[in-house]
């Protein structure tokens, strides 16, 4: 299959090892990865404060980005919600509507399109650490994500799997939200990271990048010997 | 920025800092998952529930005038009387006028969050009214002078010894620990109380339209004694409440107590059908109606979040969100609290005063998973934040938003303006950048890598 990258972009700024490891687990699993480098931000923090129409325009480049590509594929749970969910509702009645529906149904998040759309859970990697998972609550409640992450790490040779108490409460996270009301976010960043830190895990793995800058920024801050690592990354891991 | 915003911001900091009372809090609420998790479990299927649950205030809600009608008619014929109030000063009104006209002297009230909303108490009380709180969470938050902290479990905020505490400053008994024997001094107060009131005023979780019946839902069963030992009642009840059938509450009965506090069915669920009929030795003399509008029209002329009206107030949201459970119930500020008051308090209260509340979110959608009757909260919080936008917008995200447009349309910019920020980030992390400078308190950010994706691709597959 050939598969379009969708980079969120502070992936693509912050963290570009995280799309570079989500290209490197496709092609060993023999597909053929491209990256249309026209593509930026999916709109979702315009989205997310309101700002529609300027979130639709954004909506409508991405639409001429990934126009004719047979799957495009993100490492993150929040930014294909975005586009699964919330570009049909923000083009409901529009000329692109129907575009809209047809990219949502070809956007895949990574742990999704290995274990739903091509029936993988085993891609051959080796990572012999004691792992947590965290669900973005985008993946989680948006995409109803909750097992495919684990079917993946589960299959990865030598990886302990443990859960945390407050598995299914958010990080705290939310895009401007933790800058906004940084008191709050902290709050919940806080009973997130600490319930993740108790497990004695070595790394906290996430499909959601935005989850991973919250939770392993408090960590760092904290000085909790627990490190934030992306699925795409441990699935990358085959030595 | 918005008084009732400041005093939020204020709040929610000082209260998001109390590491104590937010691991009360989340303690008190720990048995509540057991349990609910047990009686979910006990439903054939409890996805196809929350089907019925919402289908069944769907139907009403969408035909509100027709089922009104029917409702009013039938109670009216049961002896009961109607009062409409467009809003909280007409209700006000009116239940004055009722104590005033029947010369009242003392009344008791149940647990009602409609009498919050139109702030009924204060306004007995400077009319010369003297009125008690029935309820035991209700009677301990009048005795302190504080609003309820959650709207099912008005004071789970208070600890007991606060409550003894209380209790031996305003009715001078001795101080316990015991949560039985608090609960003792509190109905021994109260009893006596009952029997001297001339008022009972009351909520309503339902109202039957097929039957013209008001089920009210309580665990205490001072509800029970409220309604039926002073000779007047009054009900107050927002439009909302109404249902079609008497089989409707087969479903939501048990749905409210489960999705709200972990039970099977509350204790006491009772169907008033009017007042005392001749030859009845028991009931009271009057039974009053005041149906409350309070801007539920204006909710209900906004196809996008009309079923918010479909909330049954169990508090399923407060429960799971953890908004609530780390700034705490008063923070709001509102009548509502939780996620079903961050939705709806603008359209009550004014959208430029109350936004605020629905950009204090994650948008985790926690509340929408546990809402029984499947009202789409987190997404009306963004339906909120559009309305808000478009109505008054704020210069800052104006500016910050076209700005952002204006790069990420151009991904030469992008990629450029990119590079300057990741080679300036560790100085832009000593600088004081507003956004920047709030993340950066409590929290790092990631080393800045030398080369973005898009560099690196391009240096591999050129």
Known sequence: MRVSLFVPCFVDQLTPQVGLATAKVLKRLGHEVEFRSAQTCCGQPSFNSGQWEVAREAAIRALAVFRGAEVVVGPSGSCVAMMRVFYPELLKGTPQAAEAADLAARTFEFSEFLVKKLGVTDVGAKFAKKVTYHDGCHALRELRLKEEPRQLLRAVQGLELIESEEGETCCGFGGLFSAKFPMISTAMVQVKGGALARTGADYVVSSDPSCLLQVGGWLSREGKPILPLHIAEVLAHDA | ?462
Request: aromatic letters at 8%.
């Open chain 2, 1 to 462: 920025m918005s008084d009732s915003k400041a005093i939020f911001l204020k709040d929610a900091t000082v209260n998001a800092a109390d590491g104590d009372q937010r691991a009360f809090i989340r303690k008190a609420l720990g048995g509540y998952y057991l349990n609910r998790d047990l009686q979910k479990a006990r439903y054939r299927d409890w996805e196809r529930a929350r089907d019925a649950a919402s289908m069944a205030k769907w139907s009403a809600v969408n035909d509100l005038a027709d089922v009104l009608e029917k409702f009013v008619g039938n109670f009216e014929r049961n002896g009961g009387v109607v009062h409409w109030a467009r809003d909280a000063a007409e209700a006000r009104a009116i239940i004055l006028k009722i104590a005033e006209d029947n010369k009242a002297k003392a009344i008791v009230k149940s647990k009602c969050m409609t009498s919050e909303e139109i702030h009924l108490n204060d306004a007995l009380e400077k009319a010369g009214f003297g009125v008690v709180e029935s309820d035991l969470g209700e009677f301990i938050q009048q005795l302190r002078g504080e609003a309820p902290y959650h709207f099912v479990f008005p004071c789970m905020h208070v600890k007991r010894e606060a409550i003894s505490e209380l209790f031996t400053k305003h009715l001078g008994t001795a101080p316990t620990d015991s949560p039985e024997e608090l609960t003792m001094i509190a109905r021994r107060h109260l009893r006596q109380l009952y029997v001297d009131a001339d008022i009972g005023i009351t909520g309503a979780n339902f109202l039957v339209a097929e039957t013209g019946q008001i089920s009210i839902t309580e665990n205490e069963g001072n509800a029970r004694l409220t309604a039926a030992l002073p000779r007047i009642h009054i009900a107050l009840s927002g439009i909302e409440k109404v249902v079609r059938h008497l089989d409707d509450l087969s479903v939501l009965l048990p749905m409210l107590a489960t999705a709200g506090a972990g039970q099977p069915m509350t204790c006491y669920n009772t169907l008033y059908s009017g007042p005392r009929k001749k030859g009845e030795c028991d009931g009271p003399e009057q039974f009053h109606l005041v149906l409350l509008d309070n801007a539920r029209t204006r909710l209900l002329a906004d196809p996008e979040q009309r079923d918010a009206l479909h909330c049954i107030r169990c508090g399923a949201c407060l429960n799971v969100c953890p908004i609530f459970k780390n700034i705490g119930g008063l923070a709001y500020g509102t009548t509502y609290q939780g996620p079903i008051g961050s939705v709806i308090t603008p359209h009550l209260r004014g959208l430029k005063q109350w936004n605020h509340l629905s950009g204090a979110s994650s948008l985790c959608g926690a509340c929408t998973d546990a809402c029984p009757v499947r009202i789409d909260l987190h997404h009306h919080l963004l339906h909120n934040r559009r309305n808000a936008a478009k109505e008054s917008p704020t210069l800052f995200d104006r500016v910050f938003h076209h700005g952002f447009n204006f790069v990420i349309k151009r991904p030469w910019l992008f990629a450029t303006g990119g590079r300057i920020f990741r080679a300036t980030l560790p100085l832009l992390q000593k600088l004081p950048v507003p956004y920047m400078r709030a993340w950066m308190k409590t929290r790092d950010l990631p080393k800045a890598p030398a080369r973005s994706f898009r560099d690196q691709w391009k240096n591999e597959h050129a």
